[in-house]
C-alpha cells in the first residue's frame, strides 16, 4: 500500500500543531515539512524553531524537505529539531556524497530529491547509498500546482533501476497530487505520495487520506 505524507506548506499556519495531530489521526503516514529559503526558490518559509515547537503533535517521521541553497549547512539544525528524513536536491551545489555520509552517521534517513527539469540519471551513482529518491512533480516553490506529467518516466526508470539491481530506496512523489495523478504515479512505482493542498483543503482528512491510498 502506498504511504501518505501531508505536507503541511497547505496546512493552516496559526494552527500547525493542531494540523499535525489532526492529519496523524486520520491515517497519514509521515509528516512532510518543506523549508524554503527564498534563495533556491522564490519562497520563504519555517526553519528547525517551527519543527521544533510542533514535532510534539505526532509520533509519525518527519520528513524535511530543504529547498535551499545550503542543506549541509543547515540540516543538522532540523535533525536535532527532531526531523527523521533529511531530504536535499540534487541541485544544490554542495557535496553531495559528503552529506549522506553526515546524514547517516546521525542514523537519519536520506532523500535525494530530483527537479522537473534535471534529468534522472545524474543520480544514478547514488542510487545504492539512498533511502528515498523524491521525484518532483511540480517545480518546487509554491503548493496549488499543476502535475507534470512528463516525470512518470522519472519514477518508472526508478522502479526498473531499484528491480534490476536489487536497491531498496523507497520512491516518493511531491507536487500536484489529486486521485488522478496518484493512481498514475502508483502505476508508475511510487512508494510514497505528498499532497498538501488536496488534502489540507478539504475538510475530511481521513476520507481523502485513505482515498488517495487506494485510488
Ligand atoms: C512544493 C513543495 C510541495 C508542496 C506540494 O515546492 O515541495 O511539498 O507542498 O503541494 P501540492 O500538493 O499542493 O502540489
Ligand atoms: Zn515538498
Sequence with gaps: MIL???SLLSADFAEL????????RAGADLIHFDVMDGHFVPNITFGPMILSAIRKYSNLSFE???MIDHPDKYWRQFSDAGAN???FHIESKINHWQLI????????????VVNPPTEINVIKRFLPEL?????MTVNPGFGGQKFIASNLKKIEWLN???KKNNYSFLIEVDGGINYQTASLVKKAGADIIV?????????????????????
Design 101 to 112: 555520509n553526515d546524514i547517516h552517521r546521525q542514523r537519519k534517513k536520506v532523500c535525494l
Design 160 to 162: 526498473t533501476q531499484r
Design 195 to 215: 499532497a498538501g493542498s488536496f488534502i489540507f483543503g478539504n475538510r475530511n482528512y481521513k476520507k481523502v487520506i485513505k482515498n488517495l491510498k487506494c485510488c
Design 131 to 135: 533511502d528515498i529518491v523524491l521525484v
Design 17 to 24: 500543531g493542531k494540523e499535525v495531530r489532526n492529519v496523524t
Design 64 to 66: 524535511a524537505h530543504l
Design 4 to 6: 501518505i505524507s501531508p
Design 85 to 87: 528524513i533529511i531530504g
